[in-house]
């Protein structure tokens, strides 16, 4: 169910209460909900996953991303999470995974990584990034 994209970032579609627990027990430090509350009458309130992750010690953040897509703000706070974590294996979830996985593409070009190599860390967990390819490029190469 959890996707590894790297060796330390893992994306999820949306997480129940439950899989708190099995994140913890995989070692997760952090859980970042990508996911804007109310969304869908289906899914867990981040709330009650940030309780839960606290009280099995782990950190969470809640970094929201709606269909309209992303902004530069939710891109640095996604550095940020990603940095804070340390070296501690982080979980991003959403309702599929993707805008997940798309943010963490984007704090990775911003950071200077390698397009192509991002793209095939997304690819191999089953994500593709090709709607924000050239935005992956642009941000890559301003870093670089």
């Known amino acids: 169910m959890f996707r590894k994209i790297d060796d330390k970032t893992f994306a999820s579609p949306q997480?129940?209460?439950a899989e708190v627990a099995y994140a913890k027990a995989l070692g997760i430090g952090l859980i970042i909900n990508n996911r804007p509350e109310d969304e869908s009458d289906d899914q867990t309130p981040g709330p009650d996953i940030e309780a839960a992750a606290h009280a099995a010690g782990m950190a969470y953040v809640a970094i929201p991303?709606?269909?309209?897509?992303f902004s530069m703000?939710?891109?640095e706070a996604m550095?940020?999470?990603l940095a804070q974590a340390g070296?501690?294996?982080v979980l991003?979830?959403?309702r599929s995974g993707t805008r997940?996985?798309?943010l963490w593409a984007l704090a990775q070009a911003k950071a200077g990584l390698n397009p192509d190599e991002i793209a095939a860390?997304?690819?191999g967990a089953g994500y593709d990034i090709g709607p924000i390819r050239a935005t992956v490029d642009m941000l890559a190469a301003q870093a670089g």
Request: aromatic share 4%; hydrophobic share 40%.
């Open 15 to 17: 997480i129940t209460l």
């Open 65 to 69: 991303v709606t269909h309209a897509g």
């Open 73 to 75: 703000t939710q891109v």
């Open 79 to 81: 550095q940020q999470a």
């Open 87 to 89: 070296d501690a294996p």
């Open 92 to 94: 991003a979830y959403c």
């Open 100 to 102: 997940s996985t798309l």
């Open 121 to 123: 860390k997304a690819a």
